[in-house]
T-cell receptor, first 110, second 112 residues
Framework: QKEVEQNSGPLSVPEGAIASLNCTYS??????FFWYRQYSGKSPELIMS????GDKEDGRFTAQLNKASQYVSLLIRDSQPSDSATYLC??????????FGKGTMLLVSP | DAGVTQSPTHLIKTRGQQVTLRCSPI?????VSWYQQVLGQGPQFIFQ???????GRGNFPDRFSARQFPNYSSELNVNALLLGDSALYLC???????????FGPGTRLTVL
């Protein structure tokens, strides 16, 4: 099993819908997780961090962590075309190594 | 406040050459990490430095090296470039208070 796994997509949703992005992780990855957004040709931008079991909300974004299932998700409410990007899930494997999934491409159609 | 800065933005080299990439962290951040990102993949960890000491190293050959300076800026060096080294090289900095990493704009390296 890869340390951090994501479905590469693309995930297509209509404008205004809820986009649900998912990530699973192995035992080698710690319990600190991060979601980054990366537009084509740009660098990753941190949008959410989650450290404990449960939900964390920030504006239109909600991150969910389920340690028992080793599962992290990102919900984007009221999706906008400007949300179209690749979303990267990351967690620490080891003290300093931030390990990324391959990313899920999200396409929001007007 | 200024974010993480990297230079140069783009770089074209030929096989066998050497390259040096530079990074300045966010003011107050003492930790700098380097990543390589190839098309269609997530960033892959190369090094992390903290207070001028190497704190972690990813699965990269010895052709890759790095260092951190007293002002916390950092350089990544790659020797004997291969075609496969063509990628986006990302630098990220983090503070002592949490382990969130913030990325710079990256350096796009093309090896011909």
């Amino acid at each position: 099993q890869k340390e951090v796994e994501q479905n590469s997509g693309p995930l297509s949703v209509p404008e205004g819908a809820i986009a649900s992005l998912n990530c699973t992780y192995s035992d080698r990855v710690s319990q600190s997780f991060f979601w980054y957004r990366q537009y084509s040709g740009k660098s990753p931008e941190l949008i959410m961090s989650i450290y404990s079991n449960g939900d964390k909300e920030d504006g239109r974004f909600t991150a969910q962590l389920n340690k028992a299932s080793q599962y992290v998700s990102l919900l984007i409410r009221d999706s906008q075309p400007s949300d179209s990007a690749t979303y990267l899930c990351a967690g620490y494997s080891g003290y300093s190594t931030l390990t990324f999934g391959k990313g899920t491409m999200l396409l929001v159609s007007p | 406040d200024a974010g993480v800065t990297q230079s140069p933005t783009h770089l074209i080299k030929t096989r066998g050459q050497q390259v040096t990439l530079r990074c300045s962290p966010i003011s107050g951040h003492k930790s700098v990490s380097w990543y390589q990102q190839v098309l269609g993949q997530g960033p892959q960890f190369i090094f992390q430095y903290y207070e001028k000491e190497e704190r972690g190293r990813g699965n990269f050959p010895d052709r890759f090296s790095a260092r951190q300076f007293p002002n916390y800026s950092s350089e990544l060096n790659v020797n004997a470039l291969l075609l496969g080294d063509s990628a986006l090289y990302l630098c990220a900095s983090s503070s002592d208070t949490n382990n969130e990493q913030f990325f710079g704009p990256g350096t796009r390296l093309t090896v011909l």
